[in-house]
């Protein structure tokens, strides 16, 4: 499956196992306990017999800490135990999935060029917690190639000691590997750089991951899109050498009755146009097509899932440059289905190729629209670098969307979309204008998509502007650059749909 740019989308295999097996490279077992006195769960007998003292106050004396996430390396008595600390309170999916990324971040950090075999042995016996727990082991495991040379392969093997078997077994390991698969290409995808990553050739990787599957792959270039009417897209990409592209994927299993849309802003590089960004702002924007990739990676992982639902995934993909073809502020475009926008600033380009999708989209008769776009500066202002905003056509709608997350283990906070705000994108020389005034701006944006999306469509939106690139340090699961937010939820939120 893993086309040029996604080759390092590597997953591991997969088995659960009733106890560990002997000549493995390294087996997590947990801390539990107080941080006086921790506790080990899983170790295997045969490790447990081999120390000369018992391991619970080797681990002690070693600094092993219950506290989530907390690693320490044990000597090595047989099998190289990593005691990682599965928290104080109630031991939760996204905290298993949390430790084990921190465990699995440890381990593949000393791999060097040999290719592992990793034992998760943590106790888990529901079909969550295994899930949770292989979810956390892959996408803590990644780490992104250098451009140009062989992709890693550092964990090849995980087994998880588990007394779950059966179908829902084998249904956890799909899951598993399907969801954290489609993050790995997600982060892939936003890790390449916009000389490797432009509009043609990230329609060109969605055609090579969807080989093989049922979905459907329609792609409009530049002549198609300017003959059927999707000025905002046109006037975006314009400015660029590389010419803008809408892709739509179908998946459309016999008998599904919702039918979810779902739109991703692809901006490749978003320099901010003839508002050019700072060198400091514009240094991270080869993310800005964040959007596009968790859309297009949740809907791979849908089909692969075979989920009981009608999903039409649309990402609009364009570069956002300043030259003498560039939109200009106070240019007034015509959209796809003749809205008109006053252009207020050309680096508020996000919101304008979303408009057209999504007023494309009308024409599928959805259920439920969820877009997902790096669009707003304001929404890191407001919820940081961890935490999404997520604004709605109703609460009702709103509920769905945090239920598919709080089970997913991404995290979303509301914000409203109030009157006098929508107000505030007034125009004197169009139907409405891109922006309005600085404060708000996440709640604007929210304002001016939803003008597209029609009062009486149910319709969710979901501003990955933080979480979607991590530019400090790794923590958890989660490594330095692309992360791939929403991609879990989007997949969580297609099997709730399913009837
Ligand atoms: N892509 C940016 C938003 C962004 C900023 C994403 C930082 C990730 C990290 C977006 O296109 C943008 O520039 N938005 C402007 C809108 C403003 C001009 C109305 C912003 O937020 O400043
Ligand atoms: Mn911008
Ligand atoms: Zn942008």
């Known amino acids: ?208 991951i969807t080989k093989g599957t049922k979905l459907e792959v329609e792609v409009l270039d530049e002549k198609q899109l300017a003959k059927e009417g999707y000025g905002g897209i046109m006037a975006v990409g314009g400015g660029s050498e590389r010419a803008p592209r809408l892709v739509r994927v179908e998946h459309k299993p016999r008998g599904a009755k919702n039918h979810l849309v779902l739109v991703g802003k692809g901006i490749t590089f978003d ?30 992982a849908i089909a692969e899932l075979g989920l009981s639902v009608h999903v039409t995934t649309y990402a609009s993909m364009a570069e956002n440059m300043p030259s003498g073809s560039s939109y200009r502020p106070s240019d007034v475009i015509t959209m796809y289905g003749g809205t008109t926008v006053e252009n207020v600033n050309s680096d508020a380009e996000g919101r304008i190729v979303m408009a057209d999708a999504l007023a494309r989209s009308q024409a599928d008769k959805p259920d439920l629209v969820v877009d997902v776009a790096t669009l707003t500066g304001a929404c890191m202002v407001a919820l940081g670098n961890r935490i999404a905003g997520l604004m709605s056509s109703d609460d009702a709608t709103a509920d769905i969307l945090l239920d598919a997350a709080e089970t997913a283990g991404e995290d979303f906070w509301q914000l409203p979309i109030p009157e006098h705000i929508r107000k505030g994108l007034e125009s004197k020389v169009a139907d409405l204008k891109s922006s309005g005034s600085r404060m708000g701006g996440a709640m604007a944006a929210a304002a001016f998509l939803q003008h597209f999306v029609g009062e009486d469509t149910a319709w969710a939106h979901l501003d990955i502007a933080g979480p979607a690139f991590n530019d400090e340090a790794p923590y958890d699961y989660v490594p330095t650059g692309g992360t791939g937010h929403a991609v879990r939820t989007l997949v969580e939120l297609a099997r709730s749909l399913q009837d």
């Open 1 to 208: 499956m893993p086309s040029t740019l996604t080759a390092g989308a590597i997953v591991p295999t997969v088995d659960l196992v009733a106890r560990a097996p002997k000549d493995t490279d390294y087996v997590v077992v947990g801390v539990t306990g107080s941080s006086e006195q921790p506790t080990l769960v899983g170790v295997p007998s045969e490790v447990d017999k081999a120390s000369p003292a018992p391991l619970a106050q080797i681990a002690r004396d070693l600094g092993a800490k219950p506290e989530a996430g907390k690693v320490c390396i044990l000597p090595r008595f047989g099998s190289q135990l990593v005691a990682v600390g599965l928290g104080i309170d109630e031991l939760t999916p996204e905290q298993l999935r949390r430790s084990c990324g921190n465990a699995l971040r440890e381990i593949a950090g000393r791999a060097g060029d040999s290719s592992l075999h990793v034992v998760l042995s943590l106790e888990t016996a529901e079909s969550e917690l295994v899930r949770a727990a292989i979810e956390g082991a892959v996408l803590g495991a990644y780490t992104f190639t250098k451009v140009g040379s062989q992709p890693k392969r550092p964990i090849e093997k995980i087994s998880v000691v588990t007394s779950l078997g059966g179908a829902p077994a084998k249904q956890a390991v799909a899951d598993a590997l399907a969801i954290s698969q489609a993050v790995l290409v997600a982060r892939e995808w936003i890790n390449a750089p916009a000389n490797l990553l432009y509009p043609e050739s990230f329609a060109d990787e969605v055609r090579q």
């Open 271 to 300: 320099t901010g146009g003839l508002n050019l960004k700072p060198a400091d702002g514009m240094y991270t924007m080869k993310c800005d097509m964040s959007g596009a990739a968790a859309v297009l990676a949740a809907t791979r």
